[in-house]
T-cell receptor
Framework: GQQVMQIPQYQHVQEGEDFTTYCNSSTTLSNIQWYKQRPGGHPVFLIQLVKSGEVKKQKRLTFQFGEAKKNSSLHITATQTTDVGTYFCAGRPLYRGAQKLVFGQGTRLTINP | GAVVSQHPSWVICKSGTSVKIECRSLDFQATTMFWYRQFPKQSLMLMATSNEGSKATYEQGVEKDKFLINHASLTLSTLTVTSAHPEDSSFYIC???????????FGPGTRLTVT
């Protein structure tokens, strides 16, 4: 079945350093979404990317969707302690009527203040 | 807007009993609801997709007779864990979508502990 691989599994940075997590799908995606889950909390939607090569920014967060629509990345510039959490990518398969998302394993970000 | 609630937030039950978890979309009509299971420090595993008024579509390896899903209305879906065993202990999260662009809104989750 379709798989979405996410790396790294864990990342520890000093506050102020940058952070990047990468997501790769075994098949072409219709779109990809990113979610953040704080410790003890539930996933919260961050963004959706739909177009090939799309880049979107949210303040210090930059999201990219690959040209082949099989990979994506999330980059955080100058991390802050509020960025702590697990970041999940979730891809929607490219077939008619696909509703479900396939989640990556997540990247857990911890920050040393 | 786009708030999803889950009840209960945590539950402890004995082996062999059944537990029902409710998922409600509070301020929108959810065309589709999803049920996930999450083990500690792991990703979300989709268990089933349910559309209002129709049978749920279960993912491979998920026992439909053990995890009963009912989606009776556009704002309510329930997951019943039947004859629970300790290995069913987990964090169960529902999500709901209202259609395009299919953004999923997650509930706060239900932590089930089976003793």
């Amino acid at each position: 079945g379709q798989q979405v691989m996410q790396i790294p599994q864990y990342q520890h940075v000093q506050e102020g350093e940058d952070f990047t997590t990468y997501c790769n799908s075994s098949t072409t995606l219709s779109n990809i979404q990113w979610y953040k889950q704080r410790p003890g909390g539930h996933p919260v939607f961050l963004i959706q990317l739909v177009k090939s090569g799309e880049v979107k920014k949210q303040k210090r967060l930059t999201f990219q969707f690959g040209e082949a629509k099989k990979n994506s990345s999330l980059h955080i510039t100058a991390t802050q302690t509020t960025d702590v959490g697990t970041y999940f990518c979730a891809g929607r398969p490219l077939y008619r009527g696909a509703q479900k998302l396939v989640f990556g394993q997540g990247t857990r970000l911890t920050i040393n203040p | 807007g786009a708030v999803v609630s889950q009840h209960p937030s945590w539950v402890i039950c004995k082996s062999g009993t059944s537990v029902k978890i409710e998922c409600r979309s509070l301020d929108f009509q959810a065309t589709t609801m999803f049920w996930y299971r999450q083990f500690p420090k792991q990703s979300l595993m989709l268990m089933a997709t349910s559309n209002e008024g129709s049978k749920a579509t279960y993912e491979q390896g998920v026992e439909k007779d053990k995890f009963l899903i009912n989606h009776a209305s556009l704002t309510l879906s329930t997951l019943t864990v039947t004859s629970a065993h300790p290995e069913d202990s987990s964090f169960y999260i529902c999500s709901a979508t209202a259609g395009v662009p299919y953004e999923q809104y997650f509930g706060p989750g239900t932590r089930l502990t089976v003793t």
